[in-house]
């Protein structure tokens, strides 16, 4: 059989991959703290009829081989966490980390999660959750009479009861760093867990060991760029339908050898 049916079949295999990639960043467009993917390819194992090197005559050497490749195939898809564009809300539970880190959040099970959004609400107890009740760690509770919140840069958390009232402080937001963030995992609902790619989580104080600070009244929206993705799905698309064209050529030798008489 030609082996060109196979090697197109694995770029055609490769190239819906990557319209699935590009179809999943095109959909949280509008999802808080979204981090875009990119597919990326190798190729595959090459059959080496002629080794580079090989010796031609008495006292030469051929300078290049004959190797013809098997194909391609995906070998990662690579999370951006580049920062995306702020959105004002100024709604006060809702927070940016300007910059590099993660919020902590612990899930319904007792694990830990990291996020980029930070749309937190208050729970019927005051403390402050995300949009699908996990709690902010370390923990915050706001108190049913404070009048006011005032989250600062750094992540301290005040609290303004009356109007000659001094603020009061009531717990300090920090943040998590990795060494390899493109290492975590991703488990729905915007939340990543670590990984052994990813190293351990290293809390800190926003601003510090190279983290960002937090800003109050605003969220980060998706880092998705639709114009570039809408230029690699039509890329995609023709590289689809150049591999099923090479399939096709394919079968035509195919038919040919098979009506020879």
Do not use: C, H
Not at 142 to 157: L, Q
């Amino acid at each position: 059989m030609i082996k060109a049916l196979n090697t197109a079949a694995t770029g055609l295999q490769a190239q819906q991959t990557n319209m699935e990639v590009i179809s999943n960043n095109l959909a949280n467009v509008s999802t808080n703290g979204f981090k875009k993917s990119r597919a990326e390819f190798e190729d595959l194992m090459y059959q080496t009829i002629k080794e580079p090197g090989q010796a031609t005559g008495l006292n030469s050497i051929s300078p290049t081989g004959v190797q013809t490749g098997m194909g391609v195939k995906t070998g990662a898809v690579q999370k951006d966490f580049s920062s995306g564009s702020a959105m004002i809300t100024k709604n006060p539970f809702d927070l940016q980390i300007e910059g590099a880190g993660f919020f902590q959040i612990q899930t319904s099970d007792g694990a830990v999660g990291y996020t980029r959004d930070g749309a937190f609400k208050r729970d019927p107890q005051g403390r402050l959750i995300d949009k699908n009740g996990n709690l902010l760690q370390p923990e915050i509770t706001v108190p049913a009479d404070a009048a006011g919140i005032d989250i600062s840069a750094s992540g301290e958390v005040k609290i303004i009861k009356g109007l000659n009232d001094p603020p009061a402080v009531i717990g300090q937001i920090d943040i998590v760093n990795f060494v390899n963030p493109a290492g975590l995992k991703s488990i729905g609902k915007n939340l990543f867990v670590q990984t052994s790619a990813s190293g351990q989580p290293i809390a800190t104080r926003p601003g510090l060991q190279g983290t960002g600070y937090i800003a109050q009244g605003q969220l980060e929206g998706s880092n998705v760029n639709v114009v570039d993705e809408m230029v690699n799905m039509i890329q995609a698309q023709r590289f689809y339908e150049t591999n099923s064209k090479a399939i096709q050529a394919a079968d035509q030798m195919l038919q040919s050898v098979n009506s020879m008489r």
